[in-house]
């Protein structure tokens, strides 16, 4: 099967189904509910999926005003056939995007779930450094840098979300100092995998991507 989405379009339809199925329980009237049905259909639509099989039993499931979350998170997997997910890289791939690295610690294992996943992030937690990979202009960048041990209350800079964050930062070589080297830094979720399953819009990754890397 073709794949037409990609995983932040699919975290975007799955907020929509979640903001349909609360509505269910927790609006009494009708005309506010056909408004949140009604954003979820445009939504499929201007993802040009709305007649695509796998989406159309999935509506099936979520219109009714009975569906609870479970059944709509069930009914939802179905739409991983179309999600382009995000690729498994082996260490010899990995290695390219940190060449600066003398010894690169790689992911333990790939088996989160890909089709959410926008960027890839893991942590080197004994030496209290993260790793991410993340797309940007058809191509792949790694970024690596030291992560605070210290847990705070606010805004990512990836997700663009309240959550769990610590900074996030790099050392980058100054722009004509040979030698000189200057630190860019910014707060990002402590969990990857959460961060990314809150990423409906790549704009705030893109930026966060451009701060980090340019001099």
């Known amino acids: 099967m073709k794949k037409q ?8 339809i799955t907020q929509e ?3 349909v199925i609360s509505a269910y329980k927790s609006v009494n009237d009708s005309k506010v509910v056909g408004v949140l049905q009604l954003d979820l259909i445009k939504l499929l639509d201007e993802l040009s999926i709305k007649l695509e099989p796998v ?16 059944r709509a998170s069930k009914a939802l997997q179905s739409l991983k056939t179309l999600v382009e997910p ?15 690295q003398k010894k690169v610690q790689y992911p333990s294992d790939w088996t989160t779930d890909r ?33 605070d041990p210290q847990p705070l209350n606010g805004l990512c800079a ?16 100054a722009r004509g100092a040979a030698g000189n080297y200057t630190k860019r830094g910014n707060l990002i979720c402590r969990n990857s995998t959460e961060c990314n399953a809150r990423i409906n819009d790549p704009k705030h990754l893109e930026r966060f991507v451009d701060y980090m890397t340019n001099r």
Request: one cysteine or more.
């Open 86 to 100: 995000f690729p498994e890289m082996d260490e010899k791939q990995i290695d390219k995007l940190f060449k600066k």
């Open 115 to 147: 089709y959410q996943q926008t960027y890839w992030g893991w942590d080197d937690f004994g030496n209290q450094k993260k790793y991410l990979i993340v797309p940007q202009k058809n191509r792949y960048v790694g970024l690596h840098g030291d992560m």
């Open 17 to 19: 189904v979640q903001h």
């Open 158 to 173: 990836i997700c663009h979300e309240l959550s769990t964050v610590s900074m996030f930062s790099v050392k980058l070589k």
């Open 55 to 70: 989406v159309e039993k999935m509506l099936e499931v979520v219109m009714e005003k009975n569906c609870t979350h479970e």
């Open 5 to 12: 989405l990609q995983p932040f379009q699919f975290v975007q």
